[in-house]
């Protein structure tokens, strides 16, 4: 069954604005993590989180987890056109499971 | 170099057809996947190998065959294509385990069209 939800499901912004991506679980887990779609391509990993940590960051990347809500957070900050792809959620808790994505266009 | 690479990145074929898709990677990884991405973007994983044993067998048709011949690489053979098996299937590797301990690395992925 799938884990992840990610919210909203479509994200359209201008550029140098932030955009905040949300993910929402249903079960423990040990790690979550976010990932990068562009057009085209294979997903790539941005940022790895553990349940015991909370918030981390990573360049204009920040993510929260807050376990008690089994929730997480995406902001990027400062956003660029470049920025443009779909972003996943994936939750660990035996196996990878991931989201549908957030789709997010940036506009120059 | 590209750390995973899949071939070919495109494929158009008819219903009952016979193909394959094969996937290296040069990470040095014990853990290979295949995921299938659907056309709403819904990853999936159908299988998974550490180290040449398939560990992560999901419900699929076993008309989905994969073979992994050393730890660098992992195919999948599909027979007797279905019109619902078009998808785009990415190949994955992580350094640890299936337990999502660590992250995957992606290949570019394999848009199949089955017509």
């Known amino acids: 069954s799938q884990q992840g939800e990610e919210d909203p499901q479509a994200l359209s912004i201008q550029e140098g604005e932030n955009a905040t991506m949300n993910c929402s679980y249903k079960t423990s887990i040990n790690n979550l993590q976010w990932y990068r779609q562009n057009s085209g391509r294979g997903l790539v990993h941005l940022i790895l989180?553990?349940?015991?940590?909370r918030e981390k960051h990573s360049g204009r990347l920040r993510v929260t987890l807050d376990t008690s809500k089994k929730s997480s957070s995406l902001l990027i900050t400062a956003s660029r056109a470049a920025d443009t792809a779909s972003y996943f959620c994936?939750?660990?808790?035996?196996?990878?499971?991931f989201g549908q994505g957030t789709e997010l266009s940036v506009k120059p | 170099d590209t750390a995973v690479s899949q071939t070919p990145k495109y494929l158009v074929t008819q219903m009952g057809n016979d193909k394959s898709i094969k996937c290296e990677q040069n990470l040095g990884h014990d853990t290979m996947y295949w995921y299938k991405q659907d056309s709403k973007k819904f990853l999936k994983i159908m299988f998974s190998?550490?180290?040449?044993?398939?560990?992560i067998n999901e419900t699929v048709p076993n008309r989905f065959s994969p073979k992994s011949p050393d730890k660098a690489h992992l195919n999948l053979h599909i027979n007797s294509l279905e019109l619902g098996d078009s998808a785009v299937y990415f190949c994955?590797?992580?350094?640890?385990?299936?337990?999502?301990?660590?992250?995957?690395?992606f290949g570019n992925g394999t848009r199949l069209t089955v017509t």
């Open positions: 994936a939750t660990a808790g035996g196996k990878l499971i």
């Open positions: 989180i553990r349940s015991n940590e």
């Open positions: 994955a590797s992580s350094e640890k385990g299936v337990n999502g301990d660590s992250p995957l690395h």
């Open positions: 190998y550490n180290n040449k044993e398939l560990i």
